[in-house]
């Protein structure tokens, strides 16, 4: 993709000159949508990122937040989208997806604990969207697992709009011990050392950055595979290790991960947070493939690398621990007072001013449009054929084929598993546990762009409160399709300002997030789709479990719609994507920060046996889901609308709790939110619903016959 005429006008009217070839793909690159957020930046000012445990926020490779405890702890918190390349090569884009993360958090001198994967894809019942499912679930898993950081949480959804463009967003959790060994990606000194540490530089991945900042061809599967990383997880493992190693020592006064646009992105990045400049000399770079020419190595895009800033007299060090992890090292330059300037066998290829480089790029104004509101048009619905039908989407199905390829247990922090409602991580060197919760839901998005997106925001708040765990931060991804086209970058406003405003509420800062847009194919564009990885902290690491005891009764919090205080909207639920109909957006709590403290005391309480949220496939999936072989539950659903919306209907914030103790649940939400008293549960395995005149009776093996659908599909 050429340097567009206005911004080459815009770089010799800087230059004084015509920009060398070197030079233009550079701007090319660090100017795409992909590194300059030029269509996003303009509406991301709508997200409070400030808070008193706020260390560092937007802007850094990730952001820092400090835990509470007597111990000053920290964690980082980082998300990366590999979208486009997980559609060209699944396992590869995938598996360098979570290497960059990782190394974000490496460069902020924490140590890896925690990962989150999000995924979307085409319908599951077309070939080519499993083929990518199954590429990228064993991309992550396999580098995963090879690395020893455990994927603990995350989600997946199947929408045909992302049959020619599926997402693939993960996040990663890194732990700080001690505030001292923290780093950052801004250079320090003029003088220091520019060193590079890692796998030898190659031909992989030229070009990722502006590769992904334009919508997908229908070759692009071929024609664009150059552009894709291939990564290496034994390799990742011992640079995380040296990292380590390095901190250890106080050796680092700077790092940055090379990712997009390569060692030209990092070391200028670097330099221009810091109003410095750099020389770097090119040919001074490991490489692993002969002939390579200066621009090459400039914006390769090889995995396992680190730019790391070193004062001179450390340099022989750094070298002598990354020679004891078997990894590369090359002393390729130095911060300097002036421009940014590389160098190949004597040749100047770039001479540039860095921060013009890194933040001259102008911001696009773009039309946008408003969403047309939906009407009312419900199918005719056989509620019993409605149970099967959502029950077996592959939407609400069993993600067990997922997770269980994905090993959660090393490092022995996993106090709440996959498959519950949030993971809870065991932060013993804080005292704290950690929640921990990511996702979206492309039909509420697709449906209706703001209410979807505060509702995405609540139903990771409310994961993480049914565990008994109050929000702490939170990062977002932002999926857009073209935002050259004004309905879709209305859509993207529309999320933008949905998640940011349901956050605020909450009183969650984003401290940080990435933006993918230009996810467009000739199939059309993808839903606006936020992933949000939220994080919260309790006391303790024991937290209410999803499944059912059969020793309590069961209450709906939240639900206004069963005490005749609303009318249930089935919009952007899997009920209508099952059966065709569009109707309004669920309405949502209107004190959320005030309902998701209180489920967390709740759900800490020593009466509470069970909980789990309500949202997606609504109250009936929810509680199949808690349905074991060994306890069931009897319900009965009555309340303003019909039985369908009141069993599919999919607003969140709320929660199914049992309890031996329904009238103090009952007095601690008294004025924040309803309570329905649903039933209670059985010792028999067995799901009897009533809602109206129909009733269903579904054993837990039928329960988990319906909800098999991923694995039987695959298996």
């Known amino acids: 993709m050429p340097l567009a005429d206005s911004d080459h006008e815009l770089v010799v009217a800087e230059l004084g000159r015509e920009p060398t070839p070197a030079e233009a793909a550079l701007f090319e690159n660090l100017w795409s949508e992909h590194c300059a957020y030029r ?31 007597e111990e000053e702890t920290y964690i980082t918190m980082g998300i990366e989208s590999h979208n486009h390349p997980s559609y060209v090569d699944p ?78 967003n993960v996040a990663c ?61 034994y390799t990742e493992k011992l640079l995380i290790e040296a990292n380590e190693h390095l901190l250890d020592e106080s050796l680092v006064e700077s790092a940055r991960d090379l990712g997009a646009a390569g060692l030209g992105g990092a070391s200028s990045e670097m330099v221009a947070k810091a109003g410095l400049g750099a020389r770097i000399e090119l040919d001074e770079v490991h490489q692993r493939e002969p002939n390579m020419s200066g ?21 022989d060090r750094v070298a002598e621990i990354a020679e004891r992890y078997d990894l590369g090292c090359s002393v390729i330059g130095e911060v300097t007072e002036g421009n940014y300037v590389c160098t190949d066998n ?36 056989d509620t019993k054929s409605g149970v099967e039908a959502v029950l077996s989407s592959p939407n609400t199905a069993s993600k067990q084929w997922v997770y269980r390829q994905y090993d959660h247990e090393v490092q022995t922090r996993t106090a709440r598993r996959p498959g519950d409602d949030a993971a809870i991580l065991a932060v013993r060197e804080a005292g704290v546990g950690l929640a921990f919760s990511s996702g979206a839901d492309p039909n509420w998005t697709d449906a209706a762009p703001y209410e979807g997106a505060r509702a995405v925001a609540l139903e990771n708040a409310t994961n993480i409160a049914a565990k008994g765990a109050t929000p702490l931060a939170a990062v977002n991804c932002l999926n857009g399709g073209n935002p050259e086209k004004s309905d879709v970058y209305g859509g993207f406003g529309g999320i933008v300002d949905g998640l940011a405003d349901m956050c605020s509420d909450l009183e ?138 009141l069993l599919f209907h999919e607003q969140p914030g709320r929660v199914v709790i049992e309890t031996t103790d329904p009238e103090a649940v009952e007095e601690a939400f008294d004025g924040v939110a309803p309570v329905s008293r ?24 039928t329960v988990a016959d319906y909800r098999s659908t991923i694995e039987d599909a695959l298996s």
């Not at 400039?298 to 004062?311: D, F, K």
């Not at 230009?518 to 949000?532: A, E, F, R, V």
Request: charged fraction near 20%; aromatic fraction near 4%; include cysteine.
């Open 678 to 701: 649903l039933g209670n549960a059985t010792a028999d395995g067995t799901l009897s619903l009533s809602a109206g005149e129909m009733t269903v009776h579904l054993d837990a093996d």
């Open 39 to 69: 269509s996003s930046r303009p509406l991301l000012s709508a997200f409070d990122s400030e808070g008193e445990q706020v260390v560092v926020g937007p802007g850094d490779d990730a952001a820092v937040v400090a835990l509470p405890g």
């Open 346 to 381: 004597g040749e100047t290829l770039v001479d540039v001013d860095a921060e013009f480089l890194g933040e001259g790029a102008p911001m696009n104004d773009l039309a946008m449009d408003d969403p047309a509101e939906p009407a009312r048009e419900l199918p005719d619905l």
């Open 508 to 645: 969650t800062p984003v401290v940080g997030g990435n933006v993918s847009l230009y996810n467009d194919s000739p199939s059309g564009p993808i839903p606006p789709t936020p992933t949000l990885a939220v994080v919260g902290t309790k006391a303790g690491y024991d937290s209410p479990p999803l499944e059912l005891s059969g020793d309590g009764e069961l209450l709906l919090v939240g639900d206004k719609a069963l005490v005749g205080e609303a009318t249930p909207g089935l919009g952007g639920s899997e009920l209508l994507a099952q059966f065709g109909g569009t109707d309004t957006f669920p309405t949502l709590p209107e004190d959320p920060g005030v309902l998701i403290e209180t489920i967390a005391e709740v759900a800490n309480d020593d009466a509470t046996l069970a909980t789990h949220d309500v949202s997606h496939g609504g109250l009936a999936v929810a509680l199949a889901e808690m349905v074991t072989g060994e306890a069931g539950a009897t319900v009965e659903v009555s309340g303003e609308g019909s039985p369908a919306e």
């Open 91 to 168: 396992f590869d884009g995938a598996a360098t997806g979570v290497g960059g993360i990782v190394r974000d958090t490496l460069s902020m001198g924490a140590y890896p604990i925690a990962l989150a994967d999000s995924l979307y894809f085409g319908a599951f019942d077309r070939e080519h969207a499993r083929y990518l499912f199954e590429g990228v679930v064993e991309g992550i898993s396999h580098y995963g697992n090879c690395i020893g950081v455990p994927t603990v949480t995350g989600s997946v959804a199947f929408h045909n709009d992302y049959e020619g463009n599926p997402l693939v």
């Open 173 to 233: 959790i890194g732990l700080v011990e001690d505030p001292e060994r923290m780093v950052t990606a801004q250079a320090q000194e003029p003088g220091n050392a520019l060193v590079l540490v890692g796998n030898a530089t190659g031909r992989d991945g030229l070009g990722g950055a502006s590769f992904a900042s334009e919508d997908l061809s229908e070759d692009a599967e071929t024609e664009d595979r150059p552009a894709v990383q291939v990564g290496d997880p």
């Open 295 to 315: 621009l090459e190595i400039l914006l390769s895009e090889s995995q396992e690398r680190m730019c790391y800033e070193v004062e001179p007299e450390n340099v």
